[in-house]
Structure formats: structure tokens, C-alpha cells
């Protein structure tokens, strides 16, 4: 509080707030031209790109739109279900890690986050290999379950030391109370873990949205075709050209923007414990 | 379904009691050795065959290797990532530490609030439209760069960025400018906050100016995130895929070719499994190492980090 004193104002907090600005105008341009230039024809955006769309041409999202509509709901399906086993395995697992001692248990959780660090690239080929042999090919199965099989293991990591964090107590009191598991972690792991699953579900929801490289080679049908994928491919017109992928990529970066204006708090805890931690 | 017995701790621990923990642990391990250990321990065996994913499946020994090893390419591969972790390097050194320290200037909560709440936005952008948009910006024939110059009237400064192999690398750096929006920045930020009042205080009685707080304070007290910061870069330079593919798909040439196109490419343009899988374990082996280079660098500088 003590930083509010009001002092006069001199030249280089002047020149600060001025360069703060122009780095805050730059980061954001890129996504502000994409907006205005979404409403423009081919023309309009060779012509003046910085110039707002006066009149705003509507037709780009007619058709963009058509294009987009199926790879994103298959995408909403994907992320959704990510999350749903990601929480739901990862929970499990860190529960035994944090609540129970057992032959083998430091082994078993090296073996879970060991592979952690190993790039995605390196087990693209043997996963896609093993997709192809389990007649996982182009399925939502593959879309979902590889993922989830990295993202469990972060969200293991994350939640055993939250769960261990938990004031033994209050395990002891449900024990008492004659609380079995399912009930232990339904009324006291859940509710106690509410800001580290946050942050699990914004990671893993964040990063199955925007996959690229999986469903690229994952993923070959139309019924399957996730969004970040769709948006290298969209058709566009020779009239209304540019502005055609414009609009498609507004409508896809969208439903993640509402989420974010609604709850930026969480997201910015989120997206900087998650490294931390890791 | 309550059977509360096995859960009293006087009595001897039943089978069911035993087996429990290793229950909990079922999903887990049928989704990590599924689809993670089986194809870990199937991409080294594969190394060895000659493999086009279907018919001709025939082992070879070490020939997979000994032609990797030989093969000019991996070597410029390697060279453009390195190029790559240093250019991040830098990166993570320098806008997001200005901006982070421009924004703790600020004196109002709530502009500061806001304006981290612009700088972050771009985060939650899918990663492939911040790629496409820069596609636009730098593209050769109706790229906003090159339209930016000829209305500037530097008509001798119009090229086109990504298809020449003199500028193709720095194109693919230059995306995301002014590289502020990401971890390194709310990590800074972050830290800034969680330095006490007290030490700036004392600073300004004592008469420091800005630079001085900064090398004196703020730098030796961000080192920690510093460490953590050069690790990641590290690990994001080596593992850089979309960019590339998206932008140059390696190109032109091998200008921009990284480990991991190389490792596409010849799986999937040329049906050379074998050898896709041997390139992978080769870059496992070099990841391993660097991990463990950096993970010694941040043990012994940080202790109890």
C-alpha cells in the first residue's frame, strides 16, 4: 500500500508507462488484426489491413462457419472426455500414492512419472504404430485415450502432493465417522483439491483443444477431424479469400477466449503453478 | 457396500486390503503401458528392423543407426535446434523480465491487473492461429510485413521472409513477437510480487536508482525462476514442431529442418518406420542427457530448490 503515495511525475515513469503500452499494443495487434480483417474481403485486407471493416462484410463467417462447426464440436467431445479421465484416473492414483503405503510404491510412481519429460515427438511413431495395431486408427478412442495417458501423469504429480497437503485429522475423523474410500474422496479429497484440479483441468483442457501433432496423424476422416487441424486446411474463395480463414480462426480461438474472460484468474494461477510444480 | 472391518487398524490387514492400492493404480498403468510403455519399448526394438509399416518388416542390426549417424542431416537438424534453444534462451532472458518489471512499476492495482490480464491473452489463442496469423504477416506476395514496407516506400527491404533460406530461421523466431505472453512473464511477475516491500524500500533511502534496484534486488532474487526458465527453453527449443512444419515444413532446403520434421518425414513421406524410430531414440538419449545436465545445473545452485 505503501506504493501509492502520490509523487511527482518524472520522465522515466513516463517513458516506462509508454513502453509498457507499445509492447501491450504489440502483443495484442496480431489478434486484433485478425478481428477486424475477418470482416473484410480479399481486397478490403490486401488493400488496408489496419483499416476497420466499414461495412463489415458478414459473408467470411457464412463461410467459414460450415467448416468449422464439425471439426470444433469433435474437439469439445475430445477435450471434454480428456479431462473427464484425466481427473478421474489421476485422482485414484494420487489418493493410493498419498493415503496408503504398499510393496513397490515409490517404484510404481516412478514408473508413472518417469516418462514425463520424454517429448511428445519421440513416441509419435510408436504411437500411432500402436493405434494402427489396437485398430485404434482415426477413432475418437486414439484421440482421447493417448493423450490422457500423458496428461495423467502431471495430474498425479499435482494432485499426491495436494492430497498430502490434507491435515491428517480429517482422514482420521471420516475413518472414525466410518467413511469408506468413496466417501473419503468424495466429501474430503474433492472438495480439498478444488484449486489444484482447477489447475489440472485448465492445463489439460488447454493443451487437448489446441493438440496439433496427434490428431494430425491420428485422425485421417471428416467424423474425427479436430479443430487445430481443420484450421490449417480451410477453403477459401477468391472473393472474400483471407477474411474466410480469419473468420474460421475467431470462431475457433472463441470458446477458450469466453472461458478465459469469465475466470482469468484461474486461468493465469493455472497456467503458472502447472510449471512451477513440473 | 460399506464393509468397514478391513478399514479397523487392529486387525490383521485382509488380501482385500492389500490388493486395494494397487486397484486405485489399475486405470494408470493400463493407460501409460498401453499407450506410452509398449510403444516406448516398440520404437527401440523397431530400430533395428528395416520397417515400411506394413510388408517389408526384416531385422538390419545397427544399420539404422550407422546411416543416421552418417547421414549430413541429423547434423543440421541438431545445429537448428541448438539455434533454437539459444534464440529461446535469449527470449526468456529479456522482453518478458522488461515487461514484467515495466508492469510492477505501475502503481495502480488495478491497471496492473488488467494490463497482465492483455499481456497473458494471447495464451489462450490455440497455438496454430498464433502460427497461421504470423504465416499471414510474413508471407511473401500478400504478407502484411511486406506491405507494411512497400506503403513505407522500402521497396528494397520487401522479401519473401519465410522462403529464403537467408531469413527462414529468423521468421520462425520472430513469431509471436514481442514474445512477452507466456510463462516467463507471469513467473517474473510473480516473483517481483512476492519480493518484500521492505528491500525496495531500503533501496530508494539508500539512493539506488531503477538499474541499480535491478541488478542489486530484483536480478539475484529472480534467479531461481531464471534456472527453471533456461530449463524450459531448453526443452521447448528441442521439441519445436509446429512452428516449423506449419510455416517452412523445414525449408527451403534444410534451413529450418529440426529433429522432429526429420522424424515425420521419414515416417510418413518416405515409410521408413525403422529408421523414423531409431531418430527417436536418438533424440531420447540426447533429451536424456540434457536433462540431466540441467537438472544438475539446478540442484547445485539451488539448494533445497
Redesign the interface.
Given at each position: 500500500m505503501e506504493r501509492r503515495n502520490k509523487r511527482p511525475v518524472d520522465a522515466g515513469a513516463v517513458m516506462s508507462r509508454l513502453l509498457l503500452g507499445l509492447l501491450v499494443a504489440l502483443t495484442l495487434l496480431p489478434f486484433y488484426l485478425m478481428l477486424i480483417n475477418s470482416f473484410k474481403n480479399e481486397t478490403g485486407i490486401v488493400q488496408a489491413p489496419f483499416s476497420l471493416p466499414l461495412p463489415p462484410e458478414v459473408e467470411t463467417y457464412a463461410k467459414a462457419w460450415p467448416q468449422v462447426v464439425r471439426p470444433m464440436l469433435n474437439s469439445l467431445l475430445v477435450t471434454a472426455a480428456i479431462i473427464i479421465i484425466t481427473c478421474l484416473v489421476s485422482l485414484l492414483a494420487a489418493y493410493a500414492f498419498a493415503r496408503f503405503s504398499f510393496f513397490l510404491k515409490e517404484a510404481l510412481y516412478f514408473g508413472v512419472i518417469a516418462l514425463l519429460m520424454i517429448p511428445g515427438f519421440v513416441l509419435l511413431i510408436p504411437q500411432f504404430i500402436q493405434i494402427v495395431n489396437l485398430g485404434m486408427f482415426d477413432t475418437y478412442w486414439a484421440l482421447i485415450l493417448v493423450p490422457a495417458a500423458y496428461q495423467v501423469a502431471m495430474g498425479t504429480f499435482l494432485l499426491r502432493s495436494s492430497i498430502e497437503g490434507i491435515p491428517l485429522s480429517l482422514f482420521e475423523a471420516a475413518t472414525i465417522d466410518g467413511a469408506g474410500d468413496r466417501h473419503t474422496l468424495k466429501y474430503i479429497v474433492l472438495p480439498m483439491s478444488k484449486p489444484i484440479l482447477a489447475t489440472v483441468i485448465i492445463m489439460t483442457g488447454l493443451s487437448s483443444w489446441n493438440n496439433y501433432i496427434w490428431p494430425l496423424v491420428a485422425s485421417s476422416s471428416e467424423a474425427t477431424s479436430q479443430i487445430a487441424v481443420a484450421l490449417t486446411s480451410l477453403v477459401r474463395d477468391t472473393y472474400y479469400g483471407k477474411g474466410v480463414l480469419f473468420a474460421g480462426y475467431v470462431c475457433a480461438s472463441l470458446p477458450i477466449i469466453l472461458l478465459f474472460s469469465f475466470s482469468s484468474k484461474y486461468f493465469i494461477e493455472g497456467l503458472s503453478q502447472g510449471a512451477v510444480k513440473g | 457396500?460399506?464393509?468397514?472391518p478391513t478399514?479397523s487398524p487392529y486387525r490383521r490387514r485382509s488380501w482385500q486390503a492389500?490388493l486395494?492400492?494397487?486397484l486405485?493404480?489399475l486405470?494408470?498403468?493400463v493407460?501409460?503401458v498401453?499407450?506410452?510403455?509398449?510403444?516406448?519399448f516398440?520404437?527401440i526394438i523397431?530400430s533395428f528392423f528395416k520397417w515400411n509399416?506394413g510388408n517389408v518388416n526384416e531385422f538390419i542390426g545397427l544399420k539404422n543407426y550407422t546411416d543416421l549417424l552418417s547421414s549430413r542431416q541429423l547434423g543440421i537438424a541438431l545445429m537448428n535446434s541448438l539455434k533454437f534453444c539459444l534464440a529461446n534462451i535469449v527470449i526468456t532472458l529479456t522482453?518478458p523480465l522488461?515487461?514484467a518489471e515495466?508492469?510492477f512499476?505501475?502503481?495502480s492495482r488495478r491497471a496492473q491487473y488488467s494490463?497482465?490480464?492483455?499481456?497473458?491473452?494471447?495464451?489462450?489463442?490455440?497455438?496454430?492461429?498464433?502460427i497461421?496469423?504470423?504465416k499471414?504477416?510474413l508471407s511473401g506476395d500478400?504478407g502484411?510485413l511486406n506491405?507494411v514496407l512497400e506503403s513505407l516506400g522500402l521497396h528494397s527491404l520487401v522479401s519473401p521472409w519465410l522462403g529464403s533460406s537467408k531469413t527462414a530461421f529468423f521468421s520462425i523466431v520472430l513469431v509471436g513477437?514481442?514474445w512477452?505472453?507466456g510463462?516467463a512473464f507471469?513467473?517474473y511477475y510473480?516473483g517481483l510480487q512476492s519480493i518484500s516491500?521492505e528491500l525496495f524500500?531500503a533501496a530508494k533511502i539508500d539512493g539506488a536508482n531503477?538499474f541499480q534496484r535491478f541488478f542489486k534486488i530484483d536480478l539475484p532474487l529472480l534467479a531461481s525462476q531464471q534456472k527453471?526458465l533456461i530449463t524450459?527453453a531448453v526443452?521447448n527449443g528441442?521439441?519445436v514442431?509446429?512452428m516449423v512444419?506449419?510455416l517452412t515444413k523445414g525449408g527451403p532446403g534444410t534451413a529450418t529442418l529440426v529433429?522432429?520434421i526429420l522424424?515425420?518425414d521419414s515416417?510418413?513421406s518416405f515409410r521408413k518406420?525403422g529408421y523414423?524410430?531409431a531418430i527417436?531414440v536418438v533424440?531420447?538419449l540426447i533429451?536424456m542427457v540434457v536433462?540431466a545436465i540441467n537438472q544438475k545445473f539446478l540442484k547445485s545452485t539451488e539448494p533445497g530448490g
Open positions: - | 457396500m460399506q464393509k468397514n478399514l492389500i486395494k492400492p494397487y486405485f493404480l486405470p494408470i498403468y493407460l501409460m498401453t499407450f506410452k510403455y509398449i510403444p516406448f516398440n520404437a523397431k509399416g522482453t522488461l515487461a515495466l508492469l512499476a505501475v502503481r494490463v497482465r490480464t492483455m499481456l497473458t491473452f494471447p495464451m489462450v489463442v490455440p497455438g496454430v492461429v498464433v497461421l496469423l504470423w499471414w504477416i500478400t502484411l506491405s513477437f514481442p512477452i505472453s510463462l507471469l513467473l510473480g516491500g524500500e531503477v527453471l524450459l526443452i528441442m521439441q514442431f509446429e512444419f506449419i529433429p522432429s522424424l515425420y515416417a510418413f518406420f523414423s524410430a527417436g533424440m531420447f533429451i536433462t
